[in-house]
T-cell receptor, first 116, second 112 residues
Framework: AQKITQTQPGMFVQEKEAVTLDCTYDTSDPSYGLFWYKQPSSGEMIFLIYQGSYDQQNATEGRYSLNFQKARKSANLVISASQLGDSAMYFCAMREASYNTDKLIFGTGTRLQVFP | KAGVTQTPRYLIKTRGQQVTLSCSPISGHRSVSWYQQTPGQGLQFLFEYFSETQRNKGNFPGRFSGRQFSNSRSEMNVSTLELGDSALYLC???????????FGQGTRLTVV
């Protein structure tokens, strides 16, 4: 079965600094997709970035980049120039697709706190 | 364009009652998925609907059911509520499936 592991329950970072949130995954499928979502206290899950298993380049979206290391099965999220508004829960997720299912499976999340 | 809208935002119900939650997806999106989020179990997939058909289902008891209408709006129903059903219920919509799914703000259900 596929699995997502986020080992950092909480992270602190100073404003304007960069921070890396760790994510490792386990799958035997050669084709898969990895996602990062941000969940502020309001509850909404905000899509940040996507990486396909066959993508040659690391995905980037503004201040977010995904450090994809396929051999190590890791997909770490890097946030550059942190802002106070980045304080939230961050979830790594993987698409699990088979003949009878197509869904996202999520890690346990990392709570990021940005301080001035 | 408008995002995913979930109503109501908050609900308090008593054990044994039933509840219906609503999700209006982004215009043009035909896939709607439902997830349950609890502190103990994290985010768990409930089911997905595409063009009015349930396409995928997670490991939840039959008390959890859903449907999708022709305009892609979806409802989720939980019957015979238990205390453990207290959770944030999130709806996600996308064009075709889980890829780049966009979530609503969720409905926070409290069962007392």
């Amino acid at each position: 079965a596929q699995k997502i592991t986020q080992t950092q329950p909480g992270m602190f970072v100073q404003e304007k600094e960069a921070v890396t949130l760790d994510c490792t995954y386990d799958t035997s499928d050669p084709s898969y997709g990895l996602f990062w979502y941000k969940q502020p206290s309001s509850g909404e899950m905000i899509f940040l970035i996507y990486q396909g298993s066959y993508d040659q380049q690391n995905a980037t979206e503004g201040r977010y980049s995904l450090n994809f290391q396929k051999a190590r099965k890791s997909a770490n999220l890097v946030i550059s120039a942190s802002q106070l508004g980045d304080s939230a829960m961050y979830f790594c997720a993987m698409r699990e697709a088979s003949y009878n299912t197509d869904k996202l499976i999520f890690g346990t999340g990392t709570r990021l706190q940005v301080f001035p | 364009k408008a995002g995913v809208t979930q109503t109501p935002r908050y609900l308090i119900k008593t054990r044994g009652q039933q509840v219906t939650l609503s999700c209006s997806p982004i215009s043009g999106h035909r896939s709607v998925s439902w997830y349950q989020q609890t502190p103990g179990q994290g985010l768990q997939f409930l089911f997905e609907y595409f063009s009015e058909t349930q396409r995928n289902k997670g490991n939840f008891p039959g008390r959890f059911s859903g449907r999708q209408f022709s305009n892609s709006r979806s409802e989720m129903n939980v019957s015979t509520l238990e205390l453990g059903d207290s959770a944030l219920y999130l709806c996600a919509s996308s064009l075709t499936g889980p890829t780049e799914a966009f979530f609503g703000q969720g409905t926070r259900l409290t069962v007392v």
